[in-house]
């Protein structure tokens, strides 16, 4: 009842103008006429008007007494309310309070005493002066004259400090002045009411709208959202671009047909009805033309589903694939080529799967090699063709499949059951996404037939060219015995050897007495008596010769070696014939390896270069262009800046501080622009005194993968500049260091000084809320496998002590084996969210759950909401008013002039209370008591009406029943 006075009092009171009684004119005419029959009828039109002003005047008399009997009982129930523990006023959070026209307290509820500490009987009588300090005083006591002044209520923000009573906060105050039956002052009545939290939340609302705008915009790929019927709600920048429009402005609020020519928006619209039907994401890649080129697009676009449900709309992200089909493209020419040369090439080819051992291709040369047709060779394992035991086939494929290996010689049977010697130069290559096993078989059985042609001659002729040499295993092998040839062979006298001053090492060349010492520990150690090896000794001139050794180990019992006995054939011309022809199988090897690239090979010493000719097609040229070539070919096209620190990388690798010489260098196009490549070389050949002499090297094209590094450089410099000035905060989690760094001020966010929060993830764990902590544990255990990006809530704490609530949203960053390697994610502060969401369940209770009803208009007061009780009270169902007028409920009794005065108090007060004749669906009239307020935004522009009303028919009917 007291609230119901209360928003009697606060009711705008509309007062009428009335004109006096029309009879002036005719009395003046009754003076001026003498006609007598004038003047009777003046006298009776003087009658008529005095009797019909007499009624105005006795129903406005009546009015008036209404009025004033209605204001002093709406006086008294105010004060009443305020001076006793109403429970309406007792539980409203709302400071009210009642002052006389000079500033003194008359009543206030009890949350006004509360924050005072004082009893209700202390404030009664005081001022603002008596209960507050100066300055808040002298502010309270100007609004209180504004508000008289003005003669309505007025409103003002200000902040209220009690520092005795630990209170601060921002109050949003509004006061009305109040009148007696006289027309006189009665005072003043304030409401005032804490908005801090509200203007707090609404300002970090206002600046996360800004930082996710930012975000969004800062996405490298185009982004947009949809409503339901298709229009854009929201795009980037990336799509504005796309689009070709000024600003998004030019986007937003219009569909696809608007935007995109018209067979591509009938295309996009298709998939957003699918995705809206279906209520399931759609990937699809498809080509845009911009700029008269065809660029391709991969798109994903997934349906917006409110919490209750509801289709709100799409979300779509798009980008631009172009470069990576380019260079799928690239990938399936480069596979057509190896094909074509594996077809084709004149050795046996053969492609092993690394782990069962099993044949999956092979070329016509192995058909035409093996005599199998090739339906039955490809599916036979290689142990079948292979002599040696099954299981020392796989120990070597093993360590050929893991690098360990990539020669070999071995004996196989041919589909004729005839056995072939062959040497096998295998290696690991990408074949389809796998990687599989490249073996070049090569026929040697003519050759291992002269081998031991040679052998037999060897042991014919050992009193003749060959040199025999006894080792002890000891030490440098020192040597204990030689041959009596020795001095015309080597030209060392056989003391010379015998003596202790030089051992087997020391004739050894030092580029091959690694290779010689590894070699045969490695053959002691499996247990082999004999075996071979090719090197150069140092004869008693100082020069070098290659000698075929052939060593027998003497054992005694126990399996010991005793002694290593030698037998050393000269082989000088023989090895330079097969340097020779080494050189034109390393050639060969070089080109298989540099397939699709240019290849080189240079002459250290005297600058002589060979090119092949896709080397010149890189940059544009014929090779018979660039005719005669030399260093100098390369010199020209190098970019002037690369070729300074090309040198510092060649003279590395001459220094051996580097096993290869790589480098990334421009050159320059026969067009004028420049050409990234990738410049890959080794020395394979030094000269007697160890300098460098044949280089061989290949050129590979990167100019898009090296555009690709300067764009993802710059995407990775926007990615910071957005979340150093983002709200939310980006990190990249490293799983194999356990590496967490963050990419904007983390530790400012939550109060904390720079750095307290980088680290680890066990650091980061230590600040996760007690009861979160194991769950986000899990979770980061999960993260080493997972493959799929994965969301997570947990509270934070603040450095206030306080927790914050955090979102985290992260995807994997997957390595070559399909594993992730690390995480990138963004974390986002949703405690303002969560809060906003519990406070909007609860408006929602009270929304539904409340006695009156409730309707909520748009702007054209259209009805978009209505409560149970509206239901209840009027009959209607909501979806028989939803989208129609209130006018709807209308009885008819109340004219335009009505509701023209009620419109005209909402555009002027933004509210109107009062009470109306309405019709229910079933026929019968009833009056309502309705409150009207009208919703703005921050500009000012109302956004929706929200009308609260309860049939006062059946309140008054109570009432008289009660009494």
Same mark, same amino acid.
């Given at each position: 009842?007291?609230?119901?006075?209360?928003?009697?009092?606060?009711?705008?009171?509309?007062?009428?103008?009335?004109?006096? !009684?029309?009879?002036?004119?005719?009395?003046?005419?009754?003076?001026?006429?003498?006609?007598?029959?004038?003047?009777?009828?003046?006298?009776?039109? @003087?009658?008529?008007? @005095?009797?019909?002003?007499?009624? @105005?005047?006795?129903?406005?008399?009546? $009015?008036?007494?209404?009025?004033?009997?209605?204001?002093?009982?709406?006086?008294?129930?105010?004060?009443?309310?305020?001076?006793?523990?109403?429970?309406?006023?007792?539980?409203?959070?709302?400071?009210?309070?009642?002052?006389?026209?000079?500033?003194?307290?008359?009543?206030?509820?009890?949350?006004?005493?509360?924050?005072?500490?004082?009893?209700?009987?202390?404030?009664?009588?005081?001022?603002?002066?008596?209960?507050?300090?100066?300055?808040?005083?002298?502010?309270?006591?100007?609004?209180?004259?504004?508000?008289?002044?003005?003669?309505?209520?007025?409103?003002?923000?200000?902040?209220?400090?009690?520092?005795?009573?630990?209170?601060?906060?921002?109050?949003?105050?509004?006061?009305?002045?109040?009148?007696?039956? *006289?027309?006189?002052?009665?005072?003043?009545?304030?409401?005032?009411?804490?908005?801090?939290?509200? #203007?707090?939340?609404?300002?970090? $609302?206002?600046?996360?709208?800004?930082?996710?705008?930012?975000?969004?915009?800062?996405?490298?790929?185009?982004?947009?959202?949809?409503?339901?019927?298709? #229009?854009?709600?929201?795009?980037?920048?990336?799509?504005?671009?796309?689009?070709?429009?000024?600003?998004?402005?030019?986007?937003?609020?219009?569909?696809?047909?608007?935007?995109?020519?018209?067979?591509?928006?009938?295309?996009?619209?298709?998939?957003?009805?699918?995705?809206?039907?279906?209520?399931? *994401?759609?990937?699809?890649?498809?080509?845009?033309?911009?700029?008269?080129?065809?660029?391709?697009?991969?798109?994903?676009?997934?349906?917006?589903?409110?919490?209750?449900?509801?289709?709100?709309?799409?979300?779509?992200?798009?980008?631009?694939?172009?470069?990576?089909?380019?260079?799928?493209?690239?990938?399936?020419?480069?596979?057509?080529?190896?094909?074509?040369?594996?077809?084709?090439?004149?050795?046996?080819?053969?492609?092993?799967?690394?782990?069962?051992?099993?044949?999956?291709?092979?070329?016509?040369?192995?058909?035409?090699?093996?005599?199998?047709?090739?339906?039955?060779?490809?599916?036979?394992?290689?142990? &079948?063709?292979?002599?040696?035991?099954?299981?020392?086939?796989?120990?070597?494929?093993?360590?050929?499949?893991?690098?360990?290996?990539?020669?070999?010689?071995?004996?196989?049977?041919?589909?004729?059951?005839?056995?072939?010697?062959?040497?096998?130069?295998?290696?690991?290559?990408?074949?389809?996404?796998?990687?599989?096993?490249?073996?070049?078989?090569?026929?040697?059985?003519?050759?291992?037939?002269?081998?031991?042609?040679?052998?037999?001659?060897?042991?014919?002729?050992?009193?003749?060219?060959?040199?025999?040499?006894?080792?002890?295993?000891? +030490?440098?092998?020192?040597?204990?015995?030689?041959?009596?040839?020795?001095?015309?062979?080597?030209?060392?006298?056989?003391?010379?050897?015998?003596?202790?001053?030089?051992? +087997?090492?020391?004739?050894?060349?030092?580029?091959?007495?690694?290779?010689?010492?590894?070699?045969?520990?490695?053959?002691?150690?499996? =247990?082999?008596?004999?075996?071979?090896?090719?090197?150069?000794?140092?004869?008693?001139?100082?020069?070098?010769?290659?000698?075929?050794?052939?060593?027998?180990?003497?054992?005694?019992?126990?399996?010991?070696?005793?002694?290593?006995?030698?037998?050393?054939?000269?082989?000088?011309?023989?090895?330079?014939?097969?340097?020779?022809?080494?050189?034109?199988?390393?050639?060969?090897?070089?080109?298989?390896?540099?397939?699709?690239?240019?290849?080189?090979?240079?002459?250290? &010493?005297?600058?002589?270069? #060979?090119?092949?000719?896709?080397?010149?097609?890189?940059? +544009?040229? #014929?090779?018979?262009?660039?005719?005669?070539?030399?260093?100098?070919?390369?010199?020209?096209?190098?970019?002037?800046?690369?070729?300074?620190?090309?040198?510092?990388?060649?003279?590395?690798?001459?220094?051996?501080?580097?096993?290869?010489?790589?480098?990334?260098?421009?050159?320059?196009?026969?067009?004028?622009?420049?050409?990234?490549?990738?410049?890959?070389?080794?020395?394979?050949?030094?000269?007697?005194?160890?300098?460098?002499?044949?280089?061989?090297?290949?050129?590979?094209?990167?100019?898009?993968?090296?555009?690709?590094?300067?764009?993802?450089?710059?995407?990775?410099?926007?990615?910071?500049?957005?979340?150093?000035?983002?709200?939310?905060?980006?990190?990249?989690?490293?799983?194999?260091?356990?590496?967490?760094?963050?990419?904007?001020?983390?530790?400012?966010?939550? =109060?904390?000084?720079?750095?307290? @929060?980088?680290?680890?993830?066990?650091?980061?764990?230590?600040?996760?809320?007690?009861?979160?902590?194991?769950?986000?544990?899990?979770?980061?255990?999960?993260?080493?496998?997972?493959?799929?990006?994965?969301?997570?809530?947990?509270?934070?704490?603040?450095?206030?002590?306080?927790?914050?609530?955090?979102?985290?949203?992260?995807?994997?960053?997957?390595?070559?084996?399909?594993? !992730?390697?690390?995480?990138?994610?963004?974390?986002?502060?949703?405690?303002?969210?969560?809060?906003?969401?519990?406070?909007?369940?609860?408006?929602?209770?009270?929304?539904?759950?409340?006695?009156?009803?409730?309707?909520?208009?748009?702007?054209?007061?259209?009805?978009?909401?209505? *409560?149970?009780?509206?239901?209840?009270?009027?009959?209607?169902?909501?979806?028989?008013?939803?989208?129609?007028?209130?006018?709807?409920?209308?009885?008819?009794?109340?004219?335009?002039?009505?509701?023209?005065?009620?419109?005209?108090?909402?555009?002027?007060?933004?509210?109107?209370?009062?009470?109306?004749?309405?019709?229910?669906?079933?026929?019968?009239?009833?009056?309502?008591?309705?409150?009207?307020?009208?919703?703005?935004?921050?500009?000012?522009?109302?956004?929706?009406?929200?009308?609260?009303?309860?049939?006062?028919?059946?309140?008054?009917?109570?009432?008289?029943?009660?009494?």
């Amino acid at each position: 009842m007291a609230q119901r006075s209360i928003h009697r009092l606060t009711r705008p009171v509309t007062t009428g103008r009335y004109a006096s !009684p029309a009879f002036a004119p005719a009395l003046w005419l009754a003076l001026a006429t003498s006609d007598a029959v004038a003047a009777d009828a003046l006298v009776r039109q @003087l009658g008529l008007g @005095l009797g019909f002003a007499m009624l @105005l005047v006795a129903l406005l008399t009546a $009015a008036l007494l209404q009025r004033n009997r209605q204001m002093k009982t709406n006086a008294r129930a105010l004060h009443l309310a305020l001076a006793q523990d109403d429970p309406v006023l007792s539980a409203l959070p709302d400071l009210v309070t009642l002052k006389d026209a000079d500033g003194r307290y008359q009543s206030c509820n009890d949350a006004f005493t509360a924050l005072l500490g004082r009893q209700r009987t202390d404030i009664i009588g005081k001022t603002d002066f008596d209960l507050f300090d100066t300055q808040v005083a002298r502010r309270w006591r100007a609004s209180h004259r504004g508000a008289i002044e003005a003669g309505r209520a007025i409103e003002d923000e200000s902040w209220l400090s009690l520092p005795d009573q630990g209170f601060t906060a921002l109050l949003l105050t509004t006061r009305k002045p109040l009148y007696d039956e *006289n027309g006189q002052l009665m005072g003043v009545l304030s409401i005032a009411r804490d908005v801090t939290e509200l #203007r707090i939340a609404e300002d970090r $609302a206002r600046k996360q709208a800004t930082y996710q705008r930012a975000l969004l915009d800062n996405f490298p790929h185009l982004a947009w959202m949809k409503d339901a019927d298709g #229009r854009y709600l929201a795009v980037n920048q990336a799509f504005v671009d796309a689009a070709g429009r000024r600003d998004a402005n030019d986007i937003v609020d219009k569909n696809d047909l608007d935007v995109w020519p018209h067979d591509l928006a009938e295309a996009y619209r298709a998939d957003d009805r699918t995705v809206m039907r279906t209520r399931r *994401n759609k990937e699809v890649e498809e080509a845009v033309r911009q700029g008269g080129e065809l660029v391709w697009f991969e798109t994903y676009k997934a349906p917006v589903i409110s919490d209750n449900g509801e289709l709100l709309g799409t979300v779509g992200f798009a980008r631009d694939v172009s470069e990576r089909r380019r260079m799928e493209q690239a990938i399936r020419d480069s596979e057509r080529r190896f094909r074509e040369f594996f077809q084709r090439h004149s050795a046996a080819m053969l492609v092993i799967d690394p782990g069962s051992g099993r044949i999956v291709d092979v070329n016509e040369a192995a058909i035409a090699f093996y005599g199998y047709p090739r339906t039955e060779l490809v599916g036979m394992r290689i142990e &079948q063709l292979n002599t040696l035991p099954p299981e020392e086939v796989e120990t070597l494929r093993l360590q050929a499949s893991e690098g360990e290996r990539n020669y070999f010689e071995f004996r196989h049977r041919l589909a004729s059951g005839e056995v072939r010697d062959v040497e096998v130069y295998s290696s690991i290559i990408e074949q389809n996404g796998q990687r599989v096993l490249l073996s070049v078989v090569h026929d040697i059985t003519e050759r291992k037939r002269s081998q031991e042609v040679l052998e037999r001659e060897h042991d014919l002729f050992a009193a003749g060219p060959v040199v025999v040499l006894t080792l002890s295993p000891a +030490g440098k092998w020192p040597i204990s015995e030689v041959s009596e040839n020795c001095a015309s062979v080597l030209g060392y006298r056989s003391e010379e050897l015998t003596g202790g001053g030089i051992t +087997g090492l020391d004739l050894v060349h030092p580029d091959d007495r690694d290779r010689v010492v590894g070699e045969a520990s490695t053959y002691l150690e499996q =247990g082999r008596n004999r075996f071979e090896q090719s090197l150069r000794l140092r004869l008693r001139d100082g020069s070098h010769g290659w000698f075929h050794v052939f060593t027998q180990v003497v054992r005694n019992a126990q399996q010991d070696v005793e002694a290593i006995r030698s037998y050393l054939v000269d082989q000088t011309s023989i090895k330079e014939l097969e340097i020779t022809l080494a050189d034109e199988r390393r050639r060969l090897s070089y080109v298989i390896e540099g397939m699709g690239v240019g290849t080189w090979e240079w002459n250290i &010493q005297t600058g002589e270069t #060979r090119f092949n000719e896709r080397w010149a097609e890189l940059i +544009g040229y #014929r090779l018979s262009e660039l005719q005669p070539v030399s260093i100098e070919t390369w010199l020209r096209a190098a970019h002037p800046e690369d070729l300074k620190r090309s040198e510092v990388e060649l003279r590395r690798h001459f220094a051996g501080e580097s096993d290869q010489y790589v480098f990334e260098a421009r050159m320059r196009h026969k067009d004028g622009h420049w050409v990234w490549v990738l410049d890959r070389g080794r020395v394979f050949e030094w000269t007697e005194d160890g300098r460098p002499l044949w280089m061989y090297g290949t050129h590979q094209d990167i100019t898009e993968r090296k555009l690709a590094e300067i764009k993802t450089r710059e995407n990775e410099q926007r990615l910071r500049a957005a979340a150093v000035n983002a709200y939310d905060v980006l990190y990249e989690w490293d799983l194999a260091s356990d590496r967490l760094d963050w990419f904007g001020d983390v530790d400012h966010l939550l =109060g904390y000084s720079r750095g307290t @929060l980088s680290g680890s993830s066990g650091a980061w764990l230590a600040y996760v809320h007690p009861e979160d902590r194991e769950h986000l544990r899990v979770a980061a255990d999960n993260r080493a496998t997972a493959t799929t990006p994965c969301e997570c809530e947990y509270r934070i704490q603040h450095a206030d002590g306080s927790y914050r609530e955090w979102q985290d949203k992260a995807v994997p960053v997957l390595g070559a084996d399909g594993q !992730p390697d690390k995480w990138v994610g963004v974390c986002s502060d949703v405690t303002l969210r969560k809060e906003a969401e519990r406070r909007l369940q609860l408006a929602a209770s009270v929304f539904d759950n409340a006695h009156e009803g409730i309707i909520i208009a748009d702007r054209n007061v259209r009805i978009v909401d209505v *409560n149970a009780a509206f239901i209840e009270i009027t009959g209607y169902q909501r979806d028989e008013a939803l989208g129609r007028n209130p006018s709807f409920l209308s009885a008819g009794h109340h004219d335009k002039g009505f509701y023209g005065a009620m419109w005209q108090a909402l555009q002027r007060d933004g509210h109107w209370r009062g009470e109306v004749v309405n019709r229910r669906k079933d026929g019968t009239e009833w009056r309502e008591s309705l409150a009207i307020t009208a919703v703005t935004d921050d500009s000012g522009a109302v956004v929706h009406y929200v009308g609260m009303f309860f049939d006062a028919s059946a309140c008054e009917g109570r009432r008289r029943a009660q009494h």
